[in-house]
C-alpha cells in the first residue's frame, strides 16, 4: 500500500480482556517496529520484525505481550488480560530494511483504552 | 543510559521567528543516522530530516536545518520563519548502523507557535 495502515484506529476494551492491533506495513519493506506511547510521553520501543523473525523483542513488556509477522507483511500485536496501564497509541512503522542510513514510515497508531 | 536527550520540554516562538530544538545524543558506533520527526495533535509521526555521521554537510530540508556537530554529539533542528502550523511534539532519534539496530527516541520537544 501506500503507506503504512494499522486497524482499529481506536480501541476500548475491559480489563482482563485480550485484543489484537493490525499493522500493514508498506509493500517491500522488510522492517517492521511496534512502539508504545503514552499519554504525553515519547515513544518506547516494542519488538522489531525483520522479515517474519523478531530479532529484537526486548521492549515487550510482560509475557502478556506478544507479536507476529506473517508472510513478511501484516503484523499482529496481541495483548492479553489487559490492565489499565496497557492504555496507550500503539504505533507501527516500516522501513526498507533492517540496517543501514533508512527511516521509518510510521501508521497512524491505534489508540487502546482500557476501562 | 540514555542515547537520545532532549533537554527542553516545551518551547516557545513567535511566528516568522526561527528557533532551534536541542538534541544531544551517545553512541560507540562510528556509524549512525539521526533523525527529526514531527507529531502534531492529531498523532501521527512526520519524518522530517535526516543526518548520516559521515555526512560532510548539514541537511536542510525547506526550512528545516539540521545543526550537526559531531564532536560535541548535537544534532539540533533549526525550523527558519515558524508557522502556526509548527505547532507540535518533536522528537529526534538516532539509529546506529552496527548490524540491525532500532530507532531510539528522545523524549521530545513541545514547541508553541504564537501569532
Known amino acids: 500500500g501506500a503507506g503504512v495502515s494499522q486497524s482499529p484506529s481506536n480501541k476500548v476494551t475491559e480489563k482482563g480482556k485480550d485484543v489484537e492491533l493490525r499493522c500493514d506495513p508498506i509493500s517491500g519493506h522488510t522492517a517492521l517496529y511496534w512502539y508504545r506511547q503514552s499519554l504525553g510521553q515519547g515513544l518506547e520501543f516494542l519488538i522489531y520484525?525483520?522479515?517474519?523473525?523478531?530479532?529484537?523483542k526486548s521492549g515487550l513488556p510482560s509475557d502478556r505481550f506478544s507479536a507476529e509477522r506473517t508472510g513478511g507483511s501484516v503484523s499482529t500485536l496481541t495483548i492479553q488480560r489487559t490492565q489499565q496501564e496497557d492504555s496507550a497509541v500503539y504505533l507501527c512503522?516500516?522501513?526498507?530494511?533492517?540496517?543501514?542510513?533508512?527511516?521509518?514510515?510510521f501508521g497512524s497508531g491505534t489508540r487502546l483504552t482500557v476501562v | 543510559a540514555q542515547k537520545i536527550t532532549q533537554t527542553q520540554p516545551g518551547m516557545f516562538v513567535q511566528e516568522k521567528e526561527a528557533v532551534t530544538l536541542d538534541c544531544t545524543y551517545d553512541t560507540s558506533d562510528p556509524s549512525y543516522g539521526l533523525f527529526w520527526y514531527k507529531q502534531p495533535s492529531s498523532g501521527e509521526m512526520i519524518f522530517l530530516i535526516y543526518?548520516?555521521?559521515?555526512?560532510?554537510q548539514n541537511a536542510t530540508e525547506g526550512r528545516y536545518s539540521l545543526n550537526f556537530q559531531k564532536a560535541r554529539k548535537s544534532a539540533n533542528l533549526v525550523i527558519s520563519a515558524s508557522q502556526l502550523g509548527d505547532s507540535a511534539m518533536y522528537f529526534c532519534a538516532m539509529r546506529e548502523n552496527s548490524g540491525y539496530s532500532t530507532l531510539t527516541f528522545g523524549k521530545g520537544t513541545m514547541l508553541l507557535v504564537s501569532p
Open positions: 520484525f525483520q522479515g517474519n523473525s523478531a530479532p529484537d
Open positions: 512503522a516500516s522501513s526498507p530494511r533492517g540496517y543501514g542510513n533508512y527511516g521509518y514510515t
Open positions: 543526518q548520516g555521521s559521515y555526512d560532510q
